[in-house]
């Protein structure tokens, strides 16, 4: 069985971003006057909401019930927030996982299409790339499947069907990389073989489904589907 696409989720996969985030959702809200602070713990619970608007809007819904922000307010939050994480990834604050940048390294060498399958939006996975490669996403990766494009978010499978339909691939032919239980999920919905390597906000959640649970990408060798197909696929 030949792979022909990697797919990778970017937040807590490619780099252990989501400090970076909490930080810059601190620093929006302080800009913004408004007395929230989401610190660690809190901001754990909060990851199990995919998306920035869409966790804002679990927070109010959580802390200040009956308190009512118009949708456009949360979107200029939002905007607000991806400046300003842009402005802490580009200034060279967050390191690529390891194992990442190898592994990128030689699914071009293998002429193993890449892909990027996030609910985080564009600008964030371009600041990511321009700081870790010089160049923005989409010279880095053929395919970018990345924020609001899918109508639902992880956990439901959108964006990697989305990203699958832009490669031309089937998922059986394709393998996704993912840190957290809802990235999981949605991957193994889309239909897809999936390699969980937890990350600093995901470790301690269930990744029973996983083909294959690495602590990182350093471990990682595509001979082990290859070689072992996991029950139900087809035979090399
Ligand atoms: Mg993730």
């Not at 929230?36 to 809190?42: G, S």
């Not at 809007?57 to 949360?74: C, K, Q």
């Not at 919905?189 to 969980?196: D, P, Q």
Request: charged share 25%; hydrophobic share 40%.
């Amino acid at each position: 069985m030949k792979t022909a696409a990697f797919i990778f989720d970017v937040d807590g996969t490619l780099a252990e971003t989501e400090e970076a985030h909490r930080q810059a959702f601190n620093a929006t809200f302080a800009a913004a006057g408004l007395d929230w602070h989401w610190d660690a713990p809190l901001y754990g619970e909060l990851l199990k909401v995919t998306g920035g608007k869409e966790r804002i809007r679990a927070f109010l819904e959580r802390a200040y019930p009956g308190v009512v922000m118009s949708d456009e307010s949360i979107v200029g939050l939002h905007r607000q927030k991806t400046k300003a994480y842009g402005d802490i990834i580009v200034g060279g604050g967050v390191p690529l996982r390891p194992g990442v940048r190898e592994l990128i390294q030689f699914a071009k060498l293998q002429g193993i299409k890449t892909a990027v399958a996030t609910t985080t939006n564009l600008p964030n996975v371009d600041a990511l790339c321009v700081a870790f490669w010089g160049e923005p996403a989409g010279a880095v990766f053929d395919v970018i499947a990345a924020g609001d494009e899918a109508p639902r978010k992880k956990p439901a499978p959108d964006i990697y069907t989305i990203a699958l339909d832009r490669l031309g691939l089937e998922p059986k032919d394709c393998i996704a990389f993912e840190d957290s239980r809802n990235g999981l999920l949605s991957a193994k919905s889309a239909g897809l073989r999936v390699v969980v390597t937890p990350s600093q906000y995901s470790t301690g959640e269930d990744f029973t489904e996983a083909d294959l649970c690495l602590p990182d990408l350093t471990g990682f060798d595509v001979a082990h589907f290859t070689r072992a197909p996991a029950e139900g696929l087809e035979n090399p």
